[in-house]
């Protein structure tokens, strides 16, 4: 497979959920939250020491939870070790090669170019450390090396605000899953009181799941996903989604995402703490933003005029559909494993057209246990649909 879908690196960060309800999620943040730690750190502080993150010679904060004590070994998510190599400008594919062949090659490596810039600084998220015996002390999760300047918007700050805004339109909503990840969190809402008929786009289709026709059930249903990252791997946003009632595919439509960046000014040293002020004049924002995605994607407009603009390609037939298939998956990077299930559930769906090419990919994406690779893949449903119409 490519590179986006085939790095399964493995998670060391004590939480993550694939389709989680929504209570799951906050109970699952809300634990995060009382480890997490963020510092901001020179170079002459950090040092990697058997292939994980040593800090030392930060001094100890009294914060409001407490005295925070930084120095300690941290052991680095997949992530991390992403921030390492950009910020060290180490090439990724080396710094992999290292830490699975050589380890100290690679702490000489990382402790070499730490050398050249002592007084450049860092933000490192990490999760302290737990109380359990035999635990290390300062010993824990290594999350992201980032820039001094890098804007924290934490997953459960954002999830607060945006279900507020969801609260604040007015609109009748439901949290459909939930996905938390080292990268990423994922928010799924739907609104089932805003639907619009799609018969010429499900003509002939039927779930792969359940065997159910789209012809039945030629219903689309608005909604969208929220997401954010805590970790430097895209801003927070709000991605409008249509979902297919007779399979539940998620069709999410990216060239319309409303976001916010993770951008702010340089921190000074030590342990981060926003202000009340700044924090406040955040979380506005995030809530008014998602007010505002209420309001445009969440009407039968739009999701009557996105469904007008699938069905003017989706109807194209398929002379050679394996070859259709080939030359999509192809195009868009997407490699061996995910074409062969792409192929066995547009055969399952029946719809031997553009939008049976659309709607396998969809329904691929709903398998998928890493939830990042899931999001990735449904955001490629509407390429692949103008992929396939175009090559017939």
């Given at each position: 497979?490519?590179?986006?879908?085939?790095?399964?690196?493995?998670?060391?960060a004590?939480?993550?959920?694939?389709?989680?309800?929504?209570?799951?999620?906050?109970?699952?943040?809300?634990e995060?939250?009382?480890?997490?730690?963020?510092?901001?750190?020179?170079?002459?502080?950090?040092?990697?020491?058997?292939?994980?993150?040593?800090?030392?010679?930060?001094?100890s904060?009294?914060?409001?939870?407490?005295?925070?004590?930084?120095?300690?070994?941290y052991?680095?998510?997949?992530?991390?070790?992403?921030?390492?190599?950009?910020?060290?400008?180490?090439p990724?594919?080396?710094?992999?090669?290292?830490?699975?062949?050589?380890?100290?090659?690679?702490?000489?490596?990382?402790?070499?170019?730490?050398?050249?810039?002592?007084?450049?600084?860092?933000?490192?998220?990490a999760?302290r450390?737990d109380?359990?015996?035999?635990?290390?002390?300062?010993?824990?999760v290594?999350?992201?090396?980032?820039?001094?300047?890098?804007?924290?918007?934490?997953?459960?700050?954002?999830?607060?605000?945006?279900?507020?805004?969801?609260?604040?339109?007015?609109?009748?909503?439901?949290?459909?899953?939930?996905?938390?990840?080292?990268?990423?969190m994922?928010?799924?809402?739907?609104?089932?009181?805003?639907?619009?008929?799609?018969?010429?786009?499900?003509?002939?289709?039927?779930?792969?799941?359940d065997?159910?026709?789209?012809?039945e059930?030629?219903?689309v249903?608005?909604?969208?996903?929220i997401?954010?990252?805590?970790?430097?791997?895209?801003?927070?946003?709000?991605?409008?989604?249509?979902?297919?009632?007779?399979?539940?595919?998620?069709?999410?439509?990216?060239?319309?995402v409303?976001?916010?960046?993770?951008?702010g000014?340089?921190?000074?040293e030590?342990?981060?703490?926003?202000?009340?002020?700044?924090?406040r004049?955040?979380?506005?924002?995030?809530?008014?933003k998602?007010?505002?995605?209420?309001?445009?994607?969440?009407?039968?407009e739009?999701?009557?005029?996105?469904?007008?603009?699938?069905e003017?390609?989706?109807?194209?037939?398929?002379?050679?559909?394996t070859?259709?298939?080939e030359?999509?998956?192809?195009?868009?990077?997407?490699?061996?494993?995910?074409?062969d299930?792409i192929l066995?559930?547009?055969?399952?769906?029946g719809?031997?057209?553009?939008?049976?090419v659309?709607?396998?990919?969809?329904?691929?994406a709903?398998?998928?246990?890493?939830a990042?690779?899931?999001?990735?893949?449904?955001?490629?449903?509407?390429?692949?649909?103008t992929?396939?119409?175009?090559?017939g």
């Amino acid at each position: 497979m490519t590179q986006q879908f085939a790095e399964r690196a493995v998670s060391v960060a004590p939480t993550g959920a694939r389709n989680a309800d929504l209570s799951d999620l906050v109970r699952i943040l809300e634990e995060g939250q009382h480890r997490k730690l963020d510092v901001i750190a020179p170079a002459s502080a950090l040092r990697m020491r058997g292939g994980n993150v040593q800090v030392e010679g930060v001094e100890s904060q009294l914060t409001a939870t407490g005295v925070t004590r930084v120095d300690g070994i941290y052991r680095p998510t997949a992530v991390a070790d992403e921030g390492i190599a950009d910020k060290l400008r180490i090439p990724l594919a080396y710094l992999r090669r290292m830490r699975a062949e050589n380890v100290p090659l690679l702490d000489d490596n990382v402790n070499s170019w730490l050398r050249e810039e002592p007084g450049r600084r860092f933000m490192l998220r990490a999760f302290r450390g737990d109380d359990t015996p035999g635990a290390a002390l300062g010993e824990g999760v290594a999350r992201a090396l980032l820039s001094d300047s890098y804007k924290l918007m934490d997953n459960l700050d954002m999830l607060l605000a945006a279900l507020d805004g969801l609260k604040q339109s007015g609109h009748p909503t439901r949290v459909t899953g939930c996905d938390l990840t080292d990268r990423r969190m994922y928010v799924r809402v739907e609104s089932e009181e805003v639907a619009t008929q799609a018969r010429n786009l499900l003509r002939g289709y039927r779930s792969p799941f359940d065997g159910r026709s789209g012809d039945e059930l030629p219903l689309v249903s608005a909604g969208f996903v929220i997401s954010n990252s805590e970790v430097g791997s895209g801003a927070y946003t709000v991605t409008p989604r249509a979902v297919f009632r007779v399979c539940g595919n998620g069709l999410t439509m990216t060239k319309d995402v409303m976001r916010a960046v993770h951008l702010g000014g340089k921190q000074d040293e030590g342990v981060v703490s926003w202000s009340g002020q700044t924090q406040r004049k955040t979380l506005e924002l995030i809530t008014s933003k998602t007010s505002d995605a209420v309001r445009t994607f969440l009407s039968r407009e739009y999701v009557e005029a996105k469904v007008r603009e699938l069905e003017a390609t989706a109807g194209k037939p398929l002379e050679e559909p394996t070859k259709t298939i080939e030359h999509v998956t192809k195009s868009l990077s997407i490699g061996t494993e995910a074409k062969d299930m792409i192929l066995a559930h547009f055969i399952r769906g029946g719809q031997m057209t553009a939008g049976g090419v659309m709607q396998a990919v969809t329904s691929t994406a709903q398998t998928l246990t890493d939830a990042d690779q899931a999001a990735a893949l449904e955001a490629l449903a509407v390429p692949a649909l103008t992929a396939a119409a175009a090559h017939g």
